[in-house]
Structures are given as structure tokens and as C-alpha cells.
């Protein structure tokens, strides 16, 4: 963020930012002008937000579900995003006990896209960032959830992205990256993509099916073991708390937590 508003700059190999010019979603190129980079914002405004859920085997068992046999998805709310560095607010008004990390690989689909085959399917992605798809967990299972996805990881501030989207041509194979969190510096889950059960090739394939994938969507793609709510004993995160999701090429996202102010 500039003084002029919300700009995206192109990261440099030697550390400085290059201001871009155009529009992501089209036509853009990466200018001469050189600019520091301001507060960070999350790297893109979704159009949408579609998340795959039991995506990885090892998480599918430790919540007491098996291997799905078709991509399991849900919605976040457009309106739960929020930025590198900012907080993940503990809600009160609708009180949970029991907020959750989830790390994730979060794809954003740069070209319209319809009934993508798994030889195009990664023609449509624009690039890669960092998702914690955050989640109060006694709204989605007990004692308030009854299965309800969209509003357990909807509220507001749980769906921090970030810290860059990194161009498709600098990850060649989304399906080879470790990816962890770290609570308070501790990790929690440590995995890599390779572990999906259904890859990014294949949810892209599955989810352009009968649905168009618009330009600025973007998949979680769902996240490994290691969940706090799992754990024995279970672990949530509270005030004082920082949380970071670290994709490799993709960098490191950290977000403070607090309480919701009413
Ligand atoms: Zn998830």
C-alpha cells in the first residue's frame, strides 16, 4: 500500500520492488520505477474463495473421516480475508473457544476457466500464495457446528493470505512444496504437497466442471495433519498468540491474535 492506494510491485532477486503496471488479471509488465514497498496487503481481493476439504490423508483419519472419493469442497466468505501481519480476531460476539489453525497452499486462478482438463488445468493459474484457513471448531463440529464449513471458517479475519503471490513460471510443480506452521515458533504441521490426494491439476479439473473459475479465484487446497483441534491434548490459539504459514518459494505468513473488539 502507497500513499497513492493499493499497487502491486514485482520482488526482485537483489530485495528491492518494482512498481507494476496494468491490471494481473490481463495485461501487466513490471516497470522501470522502483519502489519500497509499503504495508503489505493480501495479495489478491478474491472473486472467490472455493476450499477443498480432506485433502490429505493422514488429516482425512485424524478427524475421523477416510480418503474422500471425489474433492470435498466448501466456501469461505469473501469477506474473511485478511492480510500479512494483521490479526486473526478471536470472535466474541458468537464466542468460539476453539479457533483453529490450517495451513494451506492457496492457488489463485489467473484466466477464466471451464471445464479445464488436467493437461490445461495449470494454463489458467496466474500463481501460488500462503492461506491459513483458520476455523472455529465448536462451530463446525460440536456443539454449535452440525457440519457447518461456510460458517466455522467464515468469520471475519479467518482467511489470512499472503505474504506475495508468486508467479506461476517460478513453481514448477505445486505439488512439491513443504509446508508448516509454526505456533508461538513451535510447528505444528510440517508436510509436503506431494501428499495431496487429489493434486492442483486435478482439483482445478474437478471444480471448472460445471463451474467457472473466474479470474482472482482462489482454491485452498486443504491441509495436512497436525491440526490443533486433533491433538492430544487439543491445542486452540489465543490472544497473545502468533501464528505463521510457511509454504517453501512461497514464504512466510504471520499473523498476531486477538481477541474481537465489540
Ligand atoms: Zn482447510
Keep these: 500500500m502507497s500513499s497513492g492506494g493499493p499497487a502491486y510491485a514485482a520482488l526482485q532477486a537483489d530485495g528491492t520492488a518494482r512498481e507494476i503496471s496494468g491490471d494481473i488479471f490481463n495485461e501487466f509488465c513490471v516497470t522501470d520505477r522502483v519502489v519500497t ?16 476439504g480432506l485433502n490429505y490423508r493422514k488429516h482425512a483419519e485424524e478427524g475421523g473421516r477416510g480418503a474422500p472419493e471425489k474433492p470435498v469442497l466448501f466456501l469461505k ?14 470472535p466474541q460476539a458468537l464466542a468460539s473457544r476453539e479457533v483453529d489453525y490450517e495451513c494451506e497452499l492457496a492457488v489463485v486462478i489467473g484466466r477464466r476457466c471451464k471445464n479445464a482438463t488436467r493437461a490445461t488445468a495449470l494454463d489458467h493459474v496466474l500463481g501460488y500464495t500462503c492461506a491459513n484457513d483458520v476455523s472455529a471448531r465448536d462451530w463446525q463440529r460440536k ?16 482467511c489470512p493470505l499472503g505474504p506475495a503471490l508468486v508467479t506461476r513460471d517460478e513453481i514448477p510443480d505445486p505439488n512439491h512444496l513443504r509446508l508448516r ?46 491440526v490443533g483441534f486433533a491433538r492430544q491434548p487439543p491445542v486452540f490459539m489465543h490472544p497473545g498468540d502468533t501464528v505463521t504459514v510457511e509454504i517453501e518459494r512461497l514464504g512466510a505468513l504471520t499473523n498476531p491474535v486477538v481477541l474481537e473488539k465489540l
Design 181 to 226: 506452521t509454526l505456533l508461538n515458533g513451535q510447528a505444528m504441521q510440517d508436510w509436503n504437497t506431494d501428499d495431496m490426494i487429489f493434486d492442483v491439476p486435478a482439483l482445478i479439473e474437478f471444480l471448472s466442471g460445471s463451474k467457472t473459475l473466474l479470474p482472482g479465484t482462489v482454491i485452498l487446497t486443504g491441509t495436512p495433519h497436525g
Design 37 to 52: 514497498p509499503g504495508k503489505l496487503l493480501a495479495p489478491v481481493v478474491p472473486a472467490n474463495l472455493l476450499a477443498v
Design 143 to 158: 456443539p454449535w457446528g452440525g457440519g457447518q464449513w461456510c460458517q466455522a471458517k467464515s468469520f471475519d479475519t479467518f
Design 77 to 90: 466468505a469473501t469477506s474473511s480475508v485478511q492480510n500479512p501481519g494483521d490479526p486473526i480476531e478471536i
